[in-house]
């Protein structure tokens, strides 16, 4: 089992920034992909990005290129999602994942284990 925990949510104007965290605790895998995704009020959860375990590939939703940076802490088992520029259409729950399987990393179908999620609300 993996434990997924995020903090640093919260609420924030438009064009400022906050910086998301996920510390995963338990068991440890070669091969691990993290990512986050978001999901706002009546509608889809949405990939926003994702980063190799090694940090040699990162990904990202083309809504968020340019804004968003993942990147990750090897020694501290946490990944980090900062996000500038922000705007009122990036408010979401924003759910850190943890996947062991194969398959793009953009799909849910590639992540095994789910963060209860964090609250991001930019207002106009």
């Known amino acids: 089992q993996v434990q997924l925990v995020e903090s640093g949510g919260g609420l924030v104007q438009a064009g400022g920034s906050l910086r998301l965290s996920c510390a995963a605790s338990g068991r440890a895998f070669s091969r691990v992909v993290m990512g986050w995704f978001r999901q706002a009020p009546g509608k889809e959860r949405d990939f926003v990005a994702a980063?190799?375990?090694?940090?040699?590939?990162?990904y990202y939703a083309d809504s968020v290129k340019g804004r968003f940076t993942i990147s990750r802490d090897n020694a501290k088992n946490t990944v980090y999602l900062e996000m500038n520029s922000l705007k009122p259409e990036d408010t979401a729950v924003y759910c850190c994942?943890?996947?062991?399987?194969?398959?793009?990393?953009?799909?849910?179908?590639?992540?095994?284990?789910w963060g209860q999620g964090t609250q991001v609300t930019v207002s106009s």
């Open positions: 994942t943890y996947g062991t399987g194969t398959g793009s990393a953009s799909s849910a179908d590639r992540y095994d284990y």
């Open positions: 980063i190799t375990w090694s940090g040699r590939s990162t």
